[in-house]
C-alpha cells in the first residue's frame, strides 16, 4: 500500500491504493485548492497526474468544505465505485441553502458551512445521475477490499441516526431566526461525528482521524489503534492529538494537513512539540510531517508519499512535487 497525503492548504486529502490498485480516496480537501497557495494541488490534478483511472471507495468524514468541496470534480469526472459518509440527509438542500442566501454577508462564518452543503448536494446529485452507490456507514464496522482492511470509528447507528435527523430537520426550517440556530448547531458537530478510521495492507497501517477529537478514550481502551501512521485530528489545532489517541496508536510518523500559514492556529507549536517528545521517548527519529510545509518553496505541488518497506520493517517517506 501506498499512502498520499496532499498539501492542498488548509483541508484534508488522503489516498490510499493497494499493492494490486485498490484505490480509495478519504476526503478532499476545499475546492479552489490552486488559489491558495502555490505549492498546494487540488485532488483532481493530483489524480491526473498519478495517471489514476478508477477510484473503488471515496470516503467522506463529514461535510466540512474543507474536506468534502475538492470531491466535486472526482466524482464528476472519475469512475467511482462507491461513496460513503457519516451521514447521508435525504432532505432536499438546494431549497435551505436560497433561504440562507440573503443573509451569509451578515454572517460571513456561515459561509464555509454553506458551501460544505452546496458541495455536498452537487456530490449527491453527481452519484444520483451516475448511479453511485451513497451511504452512511458507522464505526464499529470493519471491510476487506482490494487487499486493504478497513475499520471505522465514529457514531454508533443510533446517535448516527440522531444526528441525520436534526440534520434534516435543519434543511426543513423555513423561519431565518430558527433555520440560522440549527444551522450553526449542524456546523458545530461536524467535528464530533467525523468518521476516522484505521487503513491497512499486510504490516503497514496507519490511523486517519479525520476531524474527530472526542472518544478517544474509549477508542483505546476498546480497539486496537495501533499504526505505523498517525494522522492527528483537526488540523493540528490544540484539540487536536488528544493523549489516547498518540498511545493509542504508537506511531513511528505523525502527520497534519494543514497549510503553510496555519490557518485557525492548524499545526500548533504545542501540539507537534508534544509529538516529537513522544517520539523521543520511545527513542524513535521525530518524523513529523506537516502537509503545507513539506518542501520550502516548492514551485509545484506537494505530496507526501509513504510507503511500507519489507526489509527494513520501516516506513519510507517521499516527498514530491509535479511540474
Not at 423561519?175 to 467525523?194: A, G, H, Q, Y
Amino acid at each position: 500500500m501506498k499512502l498520499y497525503f496532499l498539501n492542498v492548504g488548509y483541508g484534508e486529502a488522503i489516498v490510499a491504493r493497494s499493492d494490486s490498485g485498490y484505490t480509495v480516496v478519504i476526503d478532499g480537501g476545499p475546492r479552489h485548492t490552486a488559489e491558495a497557495e502555490p505549492d498546494a494541488i487540488a485532488l483532481d490534478e493530483f489524480l491526473r497526474r498519478e495517471s489514476c483511472k478508477r477510484i473503488d471507495l471515496v470516503i467522506l468524514t463529514h461535510i466540512h468544505d474543507d474536506h468534502i468541496s475538492g470531491l466535486v470534480p472526482v466524482v464528476e469526472g472519475w469512475d467511482v465505485g462507491e461513496i460513503w459518509c457519516n451521514i447521508t440527509p435525504n432532505y432536499e438542500i438546494a431549497p435551505a441553502l436560497e433561504r440562507l442566501r440573503p443573509h451569509l454577508g451578515k454572517r460571513p462564518g456561515s459561509l464555509l458551512f454553506w458551501r460544505a452543503l452546496q458541495s455536498y448536494e452537487c456530490i449527491r446529485t453527481i452519484a444520483q445521475q451516475q448511479g453511485i452507490p451513497l451511504r452512511s456507514v458507522c464505526g464499529g464496522e470493519t471491510y476487506q477490499l482490494g487487499g486493504l482492511t478497513l475499520t471505522l470509528y465514529g457514531m454508533h447507528s443510533d446517535a448516527q441516526r440522531e444526528n441525520q435527523q436534526q440534520f434534516e430537520s435543519m434543511l426543513a426550517t423555513s423561519e431565518p431566526e430558527v433555520l440560522f440556530k440549527r444551522f450553526d448547531e449542524s456546523d458545530c458537530i461536524c467535528n464530533s461525528t467525523s468518521l476516522a478510521l484505521t487503513i491497512g495492507e499486510g504490516d503497514f497501517r496507519a490511523l486517519l482521524t479525520g476531524d474527530k477529537v472526542h472518544g478517544w478514550d474509549i477508542l483505546r481502551r476498546e480497539c486496537d489503534l495501533q499504526a505505523a501512521v498517525l494522522k492527528i485530528t483537526h488540523h493540528g489545532q490544540l484539540d487536536g492529538m488528544p493523549q489516547d489517541m498518540l498511545e493509542g496508536a504508537d506511531p513511528e510518523i505523525i502527520v497534519t494537513c494543514v497549510d503553510r500559514k496555519r490557518t485557525f492556529y492548524g499545526g500548533n507549536p504545542v501540539v507537534l512539540d508534544r509529538a516529537a517528545a513522544y517520539l523521543r521517548t520511545k527513542s524513535r527519529e521525530p518524523r513529523i510531517f506537516m502537509t503545507g510545509a513539506l518542501r520550502e518553496q516548492a514551485p509545484y505541488g506537494s505530496v507526501l508519499e509513504l510507503s511500507w518497506d519489507r526489509k527494513t520493517k520501516r516506513t519510507n517517506s517521499l516527498v514530491k512535487t509535479y511540474e
